[in-house]
C-alpha cells in the first residue's frame, strides 16, 4: 500500500474501530451506546467509527449497511473478502483512520463504551501515547477465566513484564503508535505486543468485562494457542535458549549415565542386560528432539511467511 488513506484525507480527532465477525445481533446497540456514551458526551470532539467486515457468514454486513445510512458522515464499512482475523481488520481500522488517536472496541459490549471518554482525556489532556483497558475480572466462565490468565501470565513472564494479568483488547493508541504500527511488516503479528514495543509509557484502566449478552465467542482455544505461540516467537528468545539449556543437561546426563555403566561393570561385575532401560532412553531422547525440531520449523516457517511479504488482508470494498 503506497499511501495510506489516513495521510490523504483531513484529520479527525478520534476513530473507533470495530472488527466483526458474526455480530448480528450485538452491532446496533454497540453503535447507540457509543453514540450515546462517547459521541454525545464529546461534542467538540470530531470522531469517525470504522465497521471492519471481517468475512461474517451472517447478516452483520446488512446491519452495518443500515447503521451508514443513519450516519453516512460519521461511519466508514471496510469489507474484507475472506475472513483475515481480529488482528488483521484492527490493523485494518488503524491503517485506514483519519483520528489523531484511534480506539479499537469490540463488537458485542464485552467492553464498557463509557470508559472511552476516560480513555480520550488521558489522550488529549495528558498526553498519553498508550491507554489499555485491563480486564481485572470477566464474566465469563470458570474455563475461558483462566485459559485467558495462563495465557496472559505466560507472556507476561516470558515477553513483556508490563502485559496485565487478564490481558487486554481495549485500547486507544495515538499517532506515534499509530505509525509505528503501520510501518511495521511483521507476519503473524501479536497485536498487543507490537503496542507495549514501542516503549510508550502506558496508562492502565481497570474493568471488569461482561459476559456476552447474545451468541457465543469466535475466539477458541485453538487460536488463543497460535497467538500465544505468535507472541513467545516473535518476542522472546526463550525457546531458542530453552533447546540449548536442555540440550546441555541431556548431554550431561547422558555422559554420567555412562560413566556409571562403566565403573559398575569393571568394579561391580554387574552386567547391564535387558533391552527396557535402552528403549526408555531412546525413547525421551526421541521426543526432545522431536520437541527441538518443532521449534526450529516454527522458527523457520515464520521466516518464511516474513520472505513471502503477503497482505494482511484483502479489501473487497471500502464505504466512505
Same mark, same amino acid.
Given at each position: $500500500?503506497?499511501?495510506?488513506?489516513?495521510?490523504?484525507?483531513?484529520? /479527525?480527532?478520534?476513530?473507533?474501530?470495530?472488527?466483526?465477525?458474526?455480530?448480528?445481533?450485538? &452491532?446496533?446497540?454497540?453503535?447507540?451506546? /457509543?453514540?450515546?456514551? *462517547?459521541?454525545?458526551?464529546?461534542?467538540?470532539?470530531?470522531?469517525?467509527?470504522?465497521?471492519?467486515?471481517?468475512?461474517?457468514?451472517?447478516?452483520?454486513?446488512?446491519? $452495518?449497511?443500515?447503521?451508514?445510512? &443513519?450516519?453516512?458522515?460519521?461511519?466508514?464499512?471496510?469489507?474484507?473478502?475472506?475472513?483475515?482475523?481480529?488482528?488483521?481488520?484492527?490493523?485494518?481500522?488503524?491503517?485506514? =483512520?483519519?483520528?489523531?488517536?484511534?480506539?479499537?472496541? =469490540?463488537?458485542?459490549?464485552?467492553?464498557?463504551?463509557?470508559?472511552?471518554?476516560?480513555?480520550?482525556?488521558?489522550?488529549?489532556?495528558? %498526553?498519553?501515547?498508550?491507554?489499555?483497558?485491563?480486564?481485572?475480572?470477566?464474566?465469563?466462565?470458570?474455563?475461558?477465566?483462566?485459559?485467558?490468565?495462563?495465557?496472559?501470565?505466560?507472556?507476561?513472564?516470558?515477553?513483556?513484564?508490563?502485559?496485565?494479568?487478564?490481558?487486554?483488547?481495549?485500547?486507544?493508541?495515538?499517532?506515534?503508535?499509530? @505509525?509505528?504500527?503501520?510501518?511495521?511488516?511483521?507476519?503473524?503479528?501479536?497485536?498487543?505486543?507490537?503496542?507495549?514495543?514501542?516503549?510508550?509509557?502506558?496508562?492502565?484502566?481497570?474493568?471488569?468485562?461482561?459476559?456476552? @449478552?447474545?451468541?457465543?465467542?469466535?475466539?477458541?482455544?485453538?487460536?488463543?494457542?497460535?497467538?500465544?505461540?505468535?507472541?513467545? $516467537?516473535?518476542?522472546?528468545?526463550?525457546?531458542?535458549?530453552?533447546?540449548?539449556?536442555?540440550?546441555?543437561?541431556?548431554?550431561?546426563?547422558?555422559?554420567?549415565?555412562?560413566?556409571?555403566? !562403566?565403573?559398575?561393570?569393571? !568394579?561391580? %561385575?554387574?552386567?547391564?542386560?535387558?533391552?527396557?532401560? /535402552?528403549?526408555?532412553?531412546?525413547?525421551?531422547?526421541? %521426543?526432545?528432539? $522431536?520437541?527441538?525440531? %518443532?521449534?526450529?520449523? @516454527?522458527?523457520?516457517?515464520?521466516?518464511?511467511?516474513? *520472505?513471502?511479504?503477503?497482505?494482511?488482508?484483502?479489501?473487497?470494498?471500502?464505504?466512505?
Amino acid at each position: $500500500m503506497d499511501d495510506f488513506k489516513h495521510k490523504k484525507q483531513g484529520k /479527525i480527532d478520534y476513530s473507533i474501530i470495530i472488527p466483526v465477525y458474526c455480530n448480528q445481533e450485538e &452491532l446496533r446497540k454497540t453503535y447507540q451506546a /457509543i453514540m450515546t456514551m *462517547v459521541v454525545e458526551y464529546n461534542p467538540s470532539r470530531s470522531y469517525e467509527i470504522i465497521f471492519i467486515d471481517d468475512g461474517s457468514v451472517d447478516s452483520s454486513f446488512e446491519n $452495518m449497511m443500515e447503521l451508514k445510512k &443513519l450516519n453516512p458522515q460519521n461511519v466508514k464499512i471496510i469489507k474484507f473478502t475472506r475472513n483475515f482475523g481480529q488482528v488483521s481488520a484492527i490493523r485494518a481500522g488503524v491503517e485506514h =483512520s483519519r483520528g489523531r488517536c484511534v480506539v479499537n472496541i =469490540s463488537a458485542d459490549l464485552q467492553d464498557p463504551p463509557d470508559l472511552i471518554n476516560n480513555m480520550l482525556e488521558y489522550h488529549f489532556k495528558d %498526553g498519553v501515547e498508550i491507554v489499555v483497558c485491563k480486564r481485572d475480572s470477566r464474566e465469563e466462565s470458570f474455563f475461558r477465566r483462566k485459559t485467558s490468565k495462563l495465557f496472559y501470565k505466560i507472556m507476561n513472564k516470558l515477553s513483556f513484564p508490563n502485559m496485565p494479568e487478564g490481558g487486554f483488547d481495549f485500547f486507544l493508541i495515538g499517532s506515534k503508535v499509530k @505509525e509505528a504500527l503501520i510501518k511495521s511488516k511483521e507476519m503473524n503479528p501479536f497485536l498487543q505486543g507490537q503496542i507495549l514495543w514501542t516503549g510508550y509509557p502506558v496508562k492502565f484502566i481497570p474493568y471488569q468485562r461482561k459476559k456476552r @449478552e447474545t451468541g457465543s465467542s469466535k475466539w477458541t482455544f485453538g487460536m488463543k494457542i497460535k497467538y500465544l505461540i505468535d507472541g513467545v $516467537m516473535a518476542y522472546s528468545y526463550v525457546p531458542l535458549r530453552f533447546m540449548t539449556v536442555l540440550g546441555m543437561i541431556i548431554s550431561g546426563l547422558g555422559f554420567l549415565y555412562a560413566c556409571v555403566i !562403566f565403573f559398575t561393570k569393571i !568394579f561391580g %561385575g554387574i552386567p547391564i542386560k535387558g533391552w527396557a532401560p /535402552i528403549m526408555i532412553v531412546v525413547l525421551i531422547l526421541s %521426543g526432545f528432539q $522431536m520437541l527441538m525440531l %518443532g521449534v526450529i520449523g @516454527e522458527y523457520v516457517w515464520r521466516t518464511l511467511e516474513q *520472505v513471502r511479504r503477503r497482505d494482511h488482508y484483502v479489501i473487497e470494498k471500502i464505504y466512505d
